[in-house]
C-alpha cells in the first residue's frame, strides 16, 4: 500500500516565524506535490517536484519554498509566516509512468498567529 | 477563472438515491481524477479515468476527454457515501504533473 506520512500534523506558528512543513513518501514515486485547502478553493498546487534536486512552482509559489533533498522527502518551507497561510497543507505523490494516480498524506493544520 | 467547475456545488440524499457529480474542464486535459474525502480527513483516489467509462461497485465514472467533461454516478448511495468528492485534471501531456482540482462537490447521505 502506497503510504505518505506528514509532520507535524497540527501546527501552531506566530507571524514572522519560519514553518517547515515535511512530506515522507515510500512508494519510490518520481513526483511529490503540496497544495493548501481552504473552504470554497478545493486544493490549490504550491510547488511540486520531478524527483531529487528539483522544485517547481505551483499555482500559488508566493510566500513559500519547497525542497527535495531526497527520493522520498519533500519540504514546504513557510520563511516568514503570515496568517493567511492558515491552511491545511496536503502532500501527495505519483508517478504517471505506473498508474497515474495521485497518493495523499494525512494533512498538516497550520494555524499562524 | 476556475479551471475545474464542479456541480453541484452540495448535495443532500436519501439513502438509498443515485446522486450525479459533474465536473467539467475549461482547457485541454491529458487525464483526470476523481478523489474522496471524508470530513475533516485525507483525500483517496476512488477513478483514475483517461477516458470512457470505468465502474467499481456501486460507483461509475465517465469521462470524455474531447468534450471536457466527466461525470461520478453513485447508485443506492448509503450513509457512508457522505463526504465531499473532487475531480482533478492531469494539464500535462506527459502526465501526472500541475494536476489542477475542482472546488469539490459535498454530498449528504440522510438515513
Known amino acids: 500500500e502506497a503510504a505518505v506520512t506528514q509532520s507535524p500534523r497540527n501546527k501552531v506558528a506566530v507571524t514572522g516565524g519560519k514553518v517547515t512543513l515535511s512530506c515522507n513518501q515510500t512508494?519510490?514515486?518520481?513526483?511529490m506535490y503540496w497544495y493548501r485547502q481552504d473552504t470554497g478553493h478545493g486544493l490549490r498546487l504550491i510547488h511540486y517536484?520531478?524527483?531529487?534536486?528539483?522544485?517547481e512552482k505551483g499555482d500559488i509559489p508566493d510566500g513559500y519554498k519547497a525542497s527535495r533533498p531526497s527520493q522520498e522527502n519533500f519540504s514546504l518551507i513557510l520563511e516568514l509566516a503570515t496568517p493567511s497561510q492558515t491552511s491545511v497543507y496536503f502532500c501527495a505523490s505519483g508517478d504517471h509512468r505506473v498508474t497515474g494516480q495521485l497518493y495523499f498524506g494525512e494533512g498538516s493544520k497550520l494555524t499562524v498567529l | 477563472g476556475q479551471q475545474v467547475q464542479q456541480s453541484p456545488t452540495s448535495l443532500v440524499l436519501q439513502e438509498g438515491e443515485n446522486a450525479e457529480l459533474q465536473c467539467n474542464f475549461s482547457?485541454?486535459?491529458?487525464?483526470m481524477q476523481w478523489f474522496y474525502q471524508r470530513p475533516g480527513g485525507s483525500l483517496v483516489s476512488v477513478f483514475y479515468?483517461?477516458?470512457g467509462t470505468k465502474q467499481s461497485g456501486r460507483l461509475t465514472s465517465t469521462t470524455v476527454i474531447k468534450e471536457r467533461r466527466s461525470s461520478l454516478h453513485i447508485s443506492s448511495s448509503q450513509i457512508t457515501d457522505s463526504g465531499t468528492y473532487l475531480c482533478a485534471m492531469d494539464r500535462a501531456n506527459y502526465g501526472n504533473e500541475k494536476i489542477t482540482f475542482g472546488a469539490g462537490t459535498k454530498l449528504t447521505i440522510k438515513p
Open positions: 512508494n519510490n514515486h518520481n513526483n
Open positions: 479515468n483517461p477516458s
Open positions: 482547457t485541454s486535459l491529458n487525464s
Open positions: 517536484s520531478y524527483g531529487a534536486g528539483s522544485t
